[in-house]
């Protein structure tokens, strides 16, 4: 598959993006161990000037990373089903070897690394007196071995991955499966939707409104949110998405047949997950400012909500659309 024009061009991308990080990882190092905003030394001056460049290389790259991720899921959701025998879907080419859902995981948590870095330079670049610059850059080298680890499995999971593999797809992995069935059946039931929306309800108003300026709590309830919204998406919902009872598989929401419902879904997962790393970032950084910084973190809270409330009521619409039963 590396001869594959799909795989090359995220090769490509890839392996440019680490060059300009390693880079940029480099000077980073140097501005941690000399940077004094108080200092006229031409050392200080030299510093201060790249990393204006260093910033904004760390800064496209890392959003780069989340384009990257999207063309991933693309690459082994819609391109790949084409070439590998019995796949439909991702379920079946990550399935393919060892190394595609590893290589996934790493792409999604590396997506933390980014948006504190990325926070930390927006609030950094807010203030004339760059308090955040030596501090952000400590977190430019783990950036730089996620990006590293990502293009290693990348590489390993192209590069064990032929079109003569034969793998197992939603077909086999829900439908063959007599105890996936049954416990599919299980998660049939209209107390199981009553209980996703009023728990998924009842922590964000307690994190929202009673413990919002415990923001290590607040954050900690968020990911809980995170995790079940998808664990019951998955096991419950999707069914009404495709109109089958027995199909649960993720991927299948990218489709265009559906609408492209799972880019809506996970946009807002996602910007649900970025919106609290970033709060969390912010709260932890404010007293470095010399600056207010109310104003970010409500924009922070206005995006949550949008995002939690489409994360909860996209799948109960459909749920509804079907009136519950198929």
Sequence with gaps: M??????????????GSWILLSYSTIISIAIIRNWNINSNA???????????LVGTIAYMILIMQLFVLLFFLQTVNQHFPTLIRGAMCATGTLNANAYGNVTLWIKLSSII????????????????????????YYFLLPAWVFLSADIILSFLYFYNLTPNIIT????????????????????????????LFVFCLFVWNIMYFFIKNKIVIKTISSFAIIY???????????????????????FDMFFWEYNGIGFVWFGMWIAFAWTNIAEFASVLVQKKLDFSIQFYLQ?????????????????????FAWQGEL
């Design 168 to 195: 197992t797809c939603c077909s086999v992995v829900f439908l063959g499966n007599e105890q996936n069935f049954e416990h599919t059946h299980e998660f049939s039931s209209f107390n199981l939707m009553i209980f």
């Design 42 to 52: 031409s050392l200080q001056i030299n510093l201060e000037r790249k990393t204006y």
């Design 228 to 250: 079940f919204s998808l664990f019951f998406l998955q096991n419950f919902f999707v069914k009404y998405i495709y109109g089958l009872p027995n199909h649960l598989c993720l």
């Design 113 to 136: 690394i980014y948006a504190i870095f990325i926070t930390f330079e927006y609030l950094d670049n807010k203030s004339p007196n760059f308090p955040l610059t030596s501090f952000k």
């Design 2 to 15: 590396l001869t594959d024009y799909w795989v090359i061009a995220q090769f490509t991308t890839q392996i």
């Design 299 to 319: 924009y922070l809270k206005k995006v949550q909500l949008v995002s939690f409330l489409c994360i909860i009521f996209i799948p109960i619409l459909y749920y």
